[in-house]
């Protein structure tokens, strides 16, 4: 978020992801973000970032969806480390914006920005995420994956064994039989019963959605049964 604007940005040859896009965050949340950073600069760690937004900006969920998708990287801060402080950086930035409320500046208000020393907050010894943890977050709350993809490490076994990718589906003729592989990412089951055996047997019907990295497709599947 410190790069990070309302909408997707063109950056040269980076995308900024669009603040409003992330889950939790929505339109008046992220103007409230890009606002505050662009009168007082960059957000220094997650404590700075409670103690400069208002209380009806910053919420748990908000702040667990914007480090899910890397926004505190940029911080020096990983993933682990900020969703470990969340509730104790939330409580002084609380804390901080009521005696500012209240006209209860400590002394350090008094003092110069020169002379009032950086308030320090401890870092947790936190390793990251496992990627497989960042990935499955990272879907959730940005509906696609974008630090990477979990068939990135398959690459060259699909690569090998399979015959055709989902993008070239539809160039194929009818029953063409074909190699495929990628990643099942939704299931939908539906039942039809026999009308004439409508207490025996019955057809069940899967529609898949399987996932390559650049591509993917419906695929069905009709089992028969007892039901």
Request: proline share 3%; aromatic share 10%.
């Amino acid at each position: 978020f410190n790069y990070c604007n309302l909408f997707f940005m063109l950056d040269g040859m980076l995308i900024h992801f669009g603040l409003v896009a992330v889950k939790n965050v929505g339109e008046g949340p992220a103007k409230s973000i890009v606002y505050e950073r662009a009168e007082n600069g960059a957000f220094k760690d997650i404590y700075d970032f409670c103690g400069r937004l208002e209380g009806r900006v910053v919420n748990r969920k908000l702040i667990e969806s914007l480090n899910i998708a890397g926004g505190f990287l940029s911080t020096g801060w990983n993933r682990a480390q900020v969703f470990a402080s969340i509730d104790e950086a939330m409580a002084a930035g609380q804390s901080g914006q009521r005696d500012r409320a209240a006209g209860q500046g400590s002394l350090l208000d008094l003092m110069s920005t020169d002379d009032a020393p950086a308030i320090a907050y401890e870092k947790p010894e936190l390793a990251e995420w496992s990627e497989a943890e960042i990935l499955l977050a990272e879907r959730d709350v940005l509906a696609l994956y974008v630090s990477s993809h979990p068939l990135a490490k398959y690459e060259e076994t699909l690569r090998t064994f399979v015959s055709t990718t989902p993008d070239t589906f539809r160039e194929l003729p009818n029953e063409t039989e074909v190699i495929v592989g990628g990643l099942i990412s939704s299931t939908l089951l539906d039942f039809f019963v026999h009308p004439a055996l409508f207490w025996t047997f019955g057809r069940k019907e899967a529609q898949r959605l399987i996932e390559q990295e650049n591509a993917e497709a419906d695929l069905s599947s009709i089992q028969a049964e007892d039901i």
